[in-house]
């Protein structure tokens, strides 16, 4: 089960120098896909001139068709999946931007959170800008449309100056494609080759599928420009503290993938283990809630010695609609997703491990569906600390406000999800699983200890809807 | 990685005497989705009249409206989800089939197949019958048609007496609904209930998902009839041997379900502990090649002491079409389903588990992805039999050509996936770990000795297609 | 405005011995789309075996993609447009029907209706038939397959003995088509031949687009067998009084056709005069309803003297659906597909001319439009005869009670329509128009002096349904 | 046949102070279709905010649901229909333009082609702005956005005298409605009420639709704001000589409305009447190209005396796309739509009238098909001049180029087409026809005089493509 943090959950791919750069970038956003579902989009260059296909939708929909990459052209390609992000859910804020300005065309992928979005756009207005969409990216082509200085790197530097937040950046030119992480690092981006082609993926996974060399990450205030003749690195902003966010390892990445110098589904196990040093239970058996709560719960068993089941067998053709009967059925949602395996549940103990909760709704029906199955005790296990401070770096307000932990304690949780047991993962285990050999990660959204100051901070968000279904 | 096998490859759904039939066979179907997703259908009837609403594709998007419930109106409601069977893949040959005849309207859902089709089509086309589908079970119809025998019961008895196959049938008319399970019991089919209504379904997590109560499997040649006053049980063909399909345990069945009294997961993993039994291999881990071979993966381990590991990551966004790269990917296909987890493989010996293999070219790819990913000894188990003689209640001749066993010997199939070593479970482990208390199994695809006999048996397949992809 | 009287409204194409012959159906039945506008079908034969595509909607829609063509090959092909039928609106009822039966397979194309399907079906089902389809067309198809006789053109007269109604048939076997026309000749039927191929089509336009010269009309009770061989004639049936269906004339046919030996066009005008010779009335100007309406506008137009003008403006993007406002616009319908030349028509006395009147709302629509844009009398002069008996060759008891003719008084449509004077060609006045040198037409619907006898005639229709909307 | 003159072609409609403001602006667009049949969008205000939908297509099937009304709530709406402008036809173009601001959102739809529009471009480029679409509407936002002065219209009025060329304009915003035609009133705009409810129409037969009342047509250099307080007019434009374009009358403008102050329809019968008294022809009949010659046709058959007759017959179902038979047909294209009446023409000396010759090529294929069925001549006569000198108001270069009129003599085009002979009515029979009273109409295309003096007029055009289809 995922946190809903939506703005972060988008993923960019972007290769130059290949003759095939639209189709390789399909295959990458694919492999990209679980960092965003709602809509997608690919911008080619020929060297002349610019190609766009976006539409809403998963990846092998949009581009489910060979004709479509005969208008995508050209041996430069970025492409972008995106999750509901600040922008509404409609396809002129499907990404990525396309538009002209006084040197060409230019086209932008963003994966990440402006902070001050809103200040530079009256600014912006101000001055006679207008807006065409609803996402915080336009800001960053304004920003460098507007700019004085005379190459593209200097303006993308100088507006990248004026923007506060996380971002990872794709800009594809006639001639060029640019790459930028922001100074703290917050979101992953790696850097790989393919023959003499460059590729640039959010994720290490995406290289993978297109049997790219993975080279290694790009670093937190880079940016990497690739033309026809190769590709040069620059760090024009000040440096800072590294803070990649910790919540990529708990939930975000695919586990296949290797971020922030470590593979993703060893860091898993190893909160499993951690948890397991933490929580000490007696029990028969633990589950995880899958997929995402697999490898925690499997490090748990490791470490417990108590047997790993998968006491929760996922439907693998659930649909984007679902017609409900009238009739309640109990714990409809989450039973169209999960069944229990009742012969191996029943008179059990069972932990069952998940990697959140968010507004407990969901938990609090997988619990008792356990329970319904025959468990005799259901003790739940996060593998992640509760989330009390908003994250800046993504969640809204009004998100947040849904998200239980940030106003209850965690035994109002328990008994809330009904649980025999609740236990988080300590902030200092989730910092010692993950390792802090290098880096430094960002935390605030469990110690309230921000990377980035704010002069005010907004307000409390409070706890409503527990009603309301994941 | 699913054999294939396309026609067993059905599932069926009914309840009556519910006011939201049409709804709950849609959710019904829902969980039998595994079973076939070429098409889906669901005949409703209102005591007056049958409505039908049918269409190619995932059950989510065929029912993915409202509005279409409102023309399924009434108490009784069968349906269908299809893989490709013996008809071929067009609208046409969606079932639910729905006809008149002489004694009104009459809608059937049927997963198996018949042996003596074309024998009794060809009567029937004697006669003056025409053929509207190209779907064996019109011939079920056109039989019960024509019997001289005066009541449904009747008709529907003396037109199977004709039928030589396997055969789970859902007969829906105005006022009843009957279903039928082979005298040989090949398929799975049970009965529950809900409140006061009869629901009868392929497997039992689709009464899980409905919160139906399992009231018991129906048996091997019996016949239940369902109307306003209840149910009844008949038993009008001659008693044989029970001679269920082994193969539902191995991958055709959802691992939640109970199928001829046992839950399949247990079974799976049991699966996994025989092999472990037969095979003792010195490795540094065992993965699963997933969903699949997941429980029997957990099961070698577990008897094995070798660790479980998730080296094979599964991405959950793969689509029905997939454009190519011009420039060939190595392993293309595979990669799109599976990455492997490179940092837990690298320099370790490997067994992977996987529950079939058909041509063989899919488990080569997999060995040799997780080969590259720096695996040094890939050894490949198999939690079934090799399968070398001919399904009559099922396989096409021409699909059976593609099985690799049934040309080649193990050690042919592993030196053609490159495998250091090659296990099959033995038909006798097999057994052993299914458990042989009440039933004997239908074994014939790997020993020969079928449960019917035929005159004269077609010739023996040859294999051709190595290079095809599964 | 179009007579509603559906089950006439259908077109069939078919070509035999042309290397194209899909796609020139599929241009066939382009020309013949306005016979049926609900669903269209094509079979095509390639020698050895026939290939089916059908669809919902118009051939535009359904046959516009190159790569259906590609699944219809062949040197034969019949297809067929249909209109709301005898059978209900969905995909299971799309013509040409195709099965199998022991003579291999055999596809059929129906543009007619038969006055005894009931109790034929009845006796089918009596022997065991099943019915799969609602259509009277599958009726010829279990005739064609119970028949004893031998040779396929001895099965299709066999079984068409026991029809009684209208019909024109197009059937396609692996090797042959045979065209019928009822021995009636209710319906209109021709035959062409583009190069060495034959064709047949329901009007002549069709052979007008594909270029094929207009050889002759299938004569009533006709049988044409087309084979590699060519083309043979056969006149099985027993000879009775031809009766073509005089409404084809008013309104069925496309005005560049010509049927039963006239051009379509020259008839309407001819209509319109003898309507002036009838309707003498003082007035500024004549407007047609458009489009059909037109001609018979015309020729009242040169009779009287009284200028024609085009009074009503039609508006060529009429979609199918159409989402109104809740605040009523007054002739709302009408006004969405005809708009007044308001300063034409502003303080003249106006006669408008259509070709029929059905439930009376929209000419009294019409009326009151025409009076809003100003005129100063409103005269309504139809070019057809009203319609007071049922016609058992097509119109369904149902829709026949919502024509206004059969339970009211020209006076009392008159006053309903709010025109200042209401006349209607005469029977006689029609059969003049038309001539009478050759054949006698069907008028049985506004004599009731039927072609056929029936032993009881239904009970006559009411009218009630004053305010729906035509 | 219509003129190829795309970007003239779009149509807008608005309505302010109404509770069903979209609903009713879909019936304007459906009125106004013929203006524009690529794309349609309406933007609704609620008095708060701005609601757009979109899409490409027609107004039927764009606006095909009642859902997407639930969608547009308020009582101000805009909309626009559009055929390909100098803008390409993908989403992104379609209009109206929505956009966010200093003073907020504003929503924008044009009608008309702006001759200065790089220029400003590049302008707006070098102060930092950027460009999403490639509409010269965009153009219009961005001065106004950056304009200095403080009031909405004065910002309008601001950016308009930037702007040089043909526009009617409708601006939306939270709180009122602001309509605009330019100084020399190049294209029609008029003005109704509905109740309280103002309404803004390209032509009234968008008003008829919705029973609005016709105040008015807005005058050139006339801005009309329309907010809860009502209406107010300004003519802040220095005020230059009208030029309306006299095409509107030849073929842009439905023929029941009312434009310039004239009814179309008349205005057209009196181009027939005109080209009679230029042209007397022997002839049997005279017959248009349907459906625009038809009035003409109608005037010269009145003047001259000849028999007016529709000898060539439309198909009403023609769709999008249409695939050909590899054999070719003749005429294939016109065929589709037109096929002539032979009975009546066999043998016949006919005038056929059409309002324009494009290519020559529908001409051509038009002359040889009445041939073909008989014609003994065959006569052309064209309700408009042969237009020689670029619009610069409209028509592209390139697509000027295939302008068969603007290189080559009437008697070479003659030739060309194969007509027995070709008349073009003159500029001073089109300028009289349509009666100068009030108004000296833009002749530029066929006089080469133009209302806006260019610097630098751009090349002759080369005519090329004379294979083209219309």
Not at 208 to 214: T, W
Not at 347 to 360: E, F, N, P, Q
Not at 422 to 431: F, K, N, Q, W
């Amino acid at each position: 089960m995922k946190l809903y943090c939506p703005e972060e959950e988008c993923g960019i791919f972007g290769i130059f120098g290949h003759p095939e750069a639209a189709n390789l970038t399909y295959l990458g956003l694919y492999a990209l896909q679980h960092r965003g579902q709602e809509s997608c989009g690919i911008v080619s260059s020929d060297g002349a001139s610019l190609h766009a296909h976006k539409g809403m939708g998963l990846v092998a929909d949009v581009f489910g068709n060979q004709e479509i990459f005969k208008q995508l052209p050209g041996e430069g390609a970025i492409g972008h999946v995106r999750y509901s992000t600040t922008g509404s859910s409609v396809i002129k804020n499907v990404q990525p931007i396309m538009v002209d300005y006084s040197r060409g065309s230019i086209a932008v992928a963003h994966n990440g959170n402006i902070v001050n979005a809103q200040i530079i756009k009256d600014e912006l207005e101000a001055w006679g800008s207008i807006f065409q969409t609803t996402m915080d990216t336009e800001i960053i082509v304004h920003l460098l449309a507007t700019s004085k200085t005379s190459s593209l790197l200097e303006r993308i530097a100088d507006a990248l100056q004026r923007i506060r937040g996380a971002y990872c950046l794709l800009f594809q030119t006639e001639t060029r494609m640019i790459a930028v992480r922001d100074p703290h690092g917050y979101r992953p981006l790696c850097l790989g080759k393919l023959g003499n082609a460059y590729v640039v993926a959010s994720e290490s996974c995406a290289l993978d599928l297109i049997e790219a060399e993975f080279i290694r990450e790009i670093e937190p205030g880079e940016i990497v420009e690739i033309t026809k003749n190769g590709m040069t690195s620059h760090f024009p902003f000040k440096k800072v503290a590294p803070a990649p966010c910790i919540f990529e390892f708990v939930y975000f990445a695919r586990p296949d993938s290797t971020i922030f110098g470590k593979n993703v589904y060893l860091v898993r196990k190893e909160l499993g283990r951690q948890l397991a040093r933490e929580f000490r239970i007696e029990a028969d058996m633990v589950i995880p809630v899958p997929d995402s709560g697999v490898p925690a719960a499997m490090g748990y068993a490791e470490e417990s010695g108590i047997p790993f089941e998968l006491g929760l067998i996922r439907n693998h053709y659930v649909g984007r609609t679902f017609i409900e009967p009238q009739q309640a059925i109990r714990h409809f949602g989450v039973k169209i997703k999960l069944n229990p395996v009742r012969e191996l549940i029943k008179g059990k103990r069972v932990i069952v491990i998940d990697d959140s909760i968010v507004r407990g709704t969901t938990s609090r029906k997988i619990v008792k569906m356990v329970r319904n199955a025959g468990a005799s005790e259901v003790h739940v296990l996060i593998s992640s600390p509760p989330t009390s401070y908003p994250c800046y770096y993504g969640i809204d307000t009004p998100n947040r406000k849904e998200l239980i932990s940030s106003s209850h304690t965690v035994d109002e949780i328990r008994r809330y999800i009904t649980a025999d047991s609740l236990g988080y993962l300590t902030p200092e285990g989730l910092t010692q699983a993950v390792g802090t050999e290098n880096t430094s990660y960002c935390r605030a959204c469990f110690t309230g200890d921000y990377p980035i100051k704010f002069p005010q901070l907004r307000p409390e968000p409070q706890l409503g809807l527990f009603e309301k279904e994941s």
